[in-house]
Structures are given as structure tokens and as C-alpha cells.
């Protein structure tokens, strides 16, 4: 199947600051990215929908500029957690879709760790 | 509002026999619908797909169900191994857009 890969598999930072991961598609051209996160015992949680060259559509309760994302190319989108706070800390999953198919394919997820 | 429910948190089933997980979903407009397996810290891995032209679709051990009228559907796995012990995720959407979750039901399977 296609393959989805996600940097950094973790990361811990300090409160107030930065975080970017990056999702990459690698044997496909996802023209929709997806950004989940995941609370534990709980589904996954949609937060943004991208398509690649265009502004992305944040869910409902998302604060759009406390979590960046773009999808600057075919193979890419980033997602910036900024001022990184305590309840930022979860596990943050993209998926992609190539314009031909319905199915997602997951990236393997970010834990992200705030202190 | 959860639109796509598994009810079922936890499940065990003997090694060989037969694992069924459900999920139910209120929304009669969704028209696609996947089944995921998570390991923990991974991502989700997409199993098998069904849409709502089919009422059965098949692949090896892994076999999905869909009831339209019940609104129901699940997923089976026969025989169960252990390495088959995971949470499993059902999902929808319409028209293979915005996908809706459930919360996962943890299947162990024992040796």
C-alpha cells in the first residue's frame, strides 16, 4: 500500500515553544492531507483538512493560528503546534489521499510531549 | 455528536476462533466506509473497505458487513491470531471526504 511518513516520531519541547512535523507522502501525490490527533482511549479527532496550494480547513474549536499548516507541495504538509502549552501534549496523526482513491493512508503518528 | 460509535471498548477471543467487531453509525448519508488497526504509538493501518453498494466485502482473514437499514457494521476475523491484538478503529464518511471515527475497540487475542 502507499506509504505515509511523519517527522518527528517524537518530540518534547519546553511551554512557549514551536513545534513542526512534517508529513510526507512517499510513493504518492496526496492532494488532500489530514491532520488528526488522538487523545488516549479516544478516536481520532479531525483538526485541519489541506489541499495542497490552498488555505487549510480547520474543524470547529481549532484555533487555526495556534496550529499551522501548509501543504506546499503534492508530498508535503507541515503542521506547527506554536506557543506549545501542557494541554498541547498528544498524539498528532496526518493521513493522506492520493485524487485518485478514497481510502487515507496514516502517516505512524507524532507523540508530542509538552513541559 | 459521535457519529460513528463502537460500543464495545474491549473484546478477547481464544486464538482460532472467530473475532467480531461492530460499529454503529447514525448518519444514512455516509456511503464509504474503513476499518483501521492500531498499534500502540503507531499510526492507524488501513484493513479493509466496504461501500454502501456492497453489502460484504472480503480480503484473507478479514471479512466487513454492512447493514444499511441497521446502520450497523462489523468486522470479522477468522481464525484470530495473536498477532492480531490491536485496537481496531471503524470510520465513515461521505463520499470519501471528512472521515468520522469511532473510539476503537481493544481486541486480544490469547494463545
Known amino acids: 500500500g502507499a506509504v505515509v511518513s511523519q517527522h518527528p516520531s517524537r518530540v518534547i519541547c519546553k511551554s512557549g515553544t514551536s513545534v513542526k512535523i512534517e508529513c510526507r507522502s512517499l510513493?504518492?501525490?496526496?492532494?488532500?492531507m489530514f491532520w488528526y490527533r488522538q487523545f488516549p482511549k479516544q478516536s481520532l479527532m479531525l483538526m485541519a483538512t489541506?489541499?495542497?496550494?490552498?488555505?487549510?480547513?480547520?474543524e470547529q474549536g481549532v484555533e487555526k493560528d495556534k496550529f499551522l499548516i501548509n501543504h506546499a507541495s503534492l508530498t508535503l504538509s507541515t503542521l506547527t503546534v506554536t506557543s506549545a502549552h501542557p494541554e498541547d501534549s498528544s498524539f498528532y496523526i496526518c493521513?493522506?489521499?492520493?485524487?485518485?482513491?478514497?481510502?487515507?493512508?496514516f502517516g505512524p503518528g507524532t507523540r508530542l510531549t509538552v513541559l | 455528536d459521535q457519529q460513528v460509535k463502537q460500543n464495545s471498548p474491549s473484546l478477547s477471543v481464544q486464538e482460532g476462533r472467530i473475532s467480531i467487531l461492530n460499529c454503529d453509525y447514525t448518519?444514512?448519508?455516509?456511503?464509504?466506509f474503513l476499518w483501521y488497526k492500531k498499534y500502540p504509538a503507531e499510526g492507524p493501518t488501513f484493513l479493509i473497505s466496504?461501500?454502501?453498494?456492497?453489502d460484504k466485502n472480503e480480503d484473507g482473514r478479514f471479512t466487513v458487513f454492512l447493514n444499511k437499514s441497521a446502520k450497523h457494521l462489523s468486522l470479522h476475523i477468522v481464525p484470530s491470531q495473536p498477532g492480531d491484538s490491536a485496537v481496531y478503529f471503524c470510520?465513515?464518511?461521505?463520499?470519501?471526504?471528512?472521515?468520522?471515527f469511532g473510539t476503537g475497540t481493544s481486541l486480544t487475542v490469547i494463545p
Open positions: 466496504i461501500s454502501s453498494i456492497k
Open positions: 489541506s489541499n495542497e496550494g490552498s488555505k487549510a480547513t480547520y
Open positions: 510513493d504518492f501525490q496526496a492532494t488532500t
Open positions: 470510520a465513515a464518511s461521505v463520499t470519501g471526504n471528512q472521515f468520522y
Open positions: 493521513s493522506a489521499r492520493a485524487s485518485s482513491g478514497r481510502e487515507q493512508f
Open positions: 448518519n444514512s448519508m455516509f456511503d464509504y
